[in-house]
């Protein structure tokens, strides 16, 4: 696993060079955000190297990727508080209804099926730590990004992907497509998209790809591509 510096208090934890965990920095200990495939001990140990505790794992959506070690580190970390969005928490339990005001296809991508109880399900506005919780559907129908207010750095899962080129959820690009392939509803993941752009983040971190600093101008073309392409598709 590759520890990448971002900030003083953000750090990016890269496997397979392609999957992204992050964790940031508060006073009593880490915040995880999301968990990469099978890599536990490896977050784990990269923690404590860094000199703190994993306090809380939090997840900004199901999928294998990013939830695929969550049991693994619930059982080296017992009482750390494992938090995603109430939607996203019935995919996390195994539980693939749909909700009868959601588009009506069904969630794409390989799902974790987890046991783990969340210690919080979380709401848009709602806060863990410093982080902020936006409502980001689309890519799966209860994804969510979290903002750091005290620098604008935004976590925001695969709402947008960097590996291959910068995309929106759901916008192919062929050198890196399986964010687009996992992706339930284009519609909604380009109005998430356009919303995580009105956030002003300084710094964009996703779960696939380098981070990016002053991210707003790269956000906005992969908007105008997403565009362009649903309108090609009518």
């Known amino acids: 696993m590759k520890i990448i510096p971002l900030t003083n208090r953000h750090y990016q934890l890269t496997e397979f060079g392609l999957v992204n965990a992050y964790l940031v920095a508060e006073e009593d200990g880490w915040t995880l955000i999301d968990t990469g495939i099978q890599q536990a001990k490896a977050i784990y140990e990269a923690a404590a190297n860094l000199g703190k505790s994993i306090r809380r794992i939090s997840l900004t959506h199901a999928h294998t990727d990013h939830a695929g070690s969550v049991e693994g580190l619930l059982r080296l970390i017992p009482d750390a508080e494992l938090s995603l969005s109430k939607r996203e928490s019935r995919l996390l339990a195994g539980d693939h209804m749909l909700d009868a005001s959601e588009p009506q296809v069904k969630a794409r991508g390989n799902f974790v099926r987890s046991n783990a109880t969340p210690g919080r399900l ?6 863990v730590g410093s982080l902020r919780i936006i409502a980001t559907p689309g890519h799966t129908p209860g994804q969510i990004a979290f903002l750091d207010e005290r620098d604008g750095t935004l976590f925001a899962g695969d709402a947008y ?5 910068i995309a929106v959820a759901g916008d192919l690009r062929p050198v890196f497509p399986f964010p687009a ?3 339930w509803d284009f519609d909604l993941a380009i109005s998430s998209a356009d919303k995580l752009i ?3 983040p300084t ?4 779960g696939h790809g380098k981070s990016l600093e002053d991210p707003i101008d790269a956000m906005k073309d992969a908007l105008n591509r997403a565009l362009r392409r649903k309108q090609a598709a009518r």
Not at 122 to 127: A, M, Y
Not at 203 to 206: A, G, P, S
């Open 122 to 127: 979380l709401n848009e506005g709602d806060r």
């Open 181 to 183: 392939w996992a992706t």
């Open 203 to 206: 710094r964009l971190c996703v």
């Open 198 to 200: 009105g956030e002003r």
């Open 161 to 165: 992907s960097i590996a291959g080129g």
